[in-house]
């Protein structure tokens, strides 16, 4: 029997009519294509070959489904939401999709956010050509390219120095902007038709004012992609190593020019919302498998659900997730309401729903004994997905550090250094 109550689950009566139908729609692609893909073919995403892990038809499914174009303005072609609940749309339909997989998640959830940032910063003719191409093919996705090899999430606690600056650099020569660099660890980086690269440029000053974004199509010359990191977790999501040689795009290409962290905030506050959904996501699957299993799995002559402490582990797994998707519901609403306090709420979701999804994970593999360290009982999934979510979008200790920064702005982050 299934569970009364999917715990940390959105309540229905919270959702406006047009969030329960997109609800239901994201449902029904999980159920009839998405999980079944997952458990009949789970060998698949341990294929050595990107490019063959996950079959077209899943995203042509989710193309089919409005799931691939939220975000991008109706007057393109796409799926727009309503702006006043915008985050917590894309959050009830981020953790329908992590319930069936959190890397398939991970890939549309990147369209879905860099698709803010373009609506917000680009050209409205770039923003048609760009658009017009990710509808008219299922398999276009985007990329948002900030982490590098000398340094990731720890820029963002922010020391707002020079010797912080990003070492990819843009320079503009004969009206287009030169780009050099390296970028890693990218969510989408592998197979992306469109990313949003990150440059210094002005070394002379703090990132804050020095640091750049640019709009890179794939194919351009100088881009070249240079590996897929064969992730623990999240694997039908191809994370990818880029370089950038020489790479020049036209001057229109660019969407900020020294304050683009500033304006990236429209990128990351949702952001970190849909971190912590897709997260809560992991954790629901994991628990609604874990109810199923202790109420029919027979050890010491009862039906484990009988068995007291396996009752007691149920129980803080419960009180996990709805925490967890109590926090959510408010970082969301934070969001959409532009309150002052969202900063520390977004910040507040994403690590309090990291550690305790990965608590609530360990307690599954834990309940199925031995069968949860097997790859074809499929449990032990959720705990390698719920293991990179600790460090996606920074480090738990980076984002405990941005959070007391935004409370306390005037005296936490200060530079250390000289």
Known sequence: MPPSHLPGAWPVEELDEEQRLMQATCRRYVDRVLRPFVQSAWQREWVMDPADRLPREILEEADRAGLRSLGIPSRFGGVEVDPSTEAATFAVIASELARGDV??????????????????????????????????????????????????????????????????????????????????????????????????????????????????PRGTPGLEIVRCNETVGGRFMNNGELVLEDCAVPEDHALAVGDALGKAGIYFRPGKVLQAAKNLGIGQEAFAQTAEWVQSRVQGGRVLLEHQAVALRLAAMTTRLEAAGALLRTAASAVDRRQPEAEVRCEAAKLFTATEVFEVCRDAVELYGGAGAMLEVGVQKHLRDAAVYLHMDATSDITSFRLVKALFPERAGTYAGP
């Open 103 to 216: 890397g398939v998640a991970d890939k549309l959830v990147q369209n879905w956010k860099v698709a803010v940032l373009l609506r917000a910063l680009a050209p409205e003719e770039r923003q048609e050509e760009w658009f017009g191409q990710a509808l008219a093919e299922p398999g276009f996705l985007m990329a948002h390219c900030l982490t590098e090899p000398r340094g990731a999430s720890d820029r963002w606690l922010p020391y707002n120095v020079p010797e912080a600056a990003m070492t990819t650099r843009a320079e503009h020569r004969d009206g287009r902007w030169v780009l050099n660099g390296r970028k890693h660890f990218i969510s989408n980086g592998y197979d992306a038709s469109l990313f949003v690269v990150y440059a210094c440029t002005d070394p002379s000053v703090g990132m804050l004012s020095g640091t750049g974004s640019f709009v890179v």
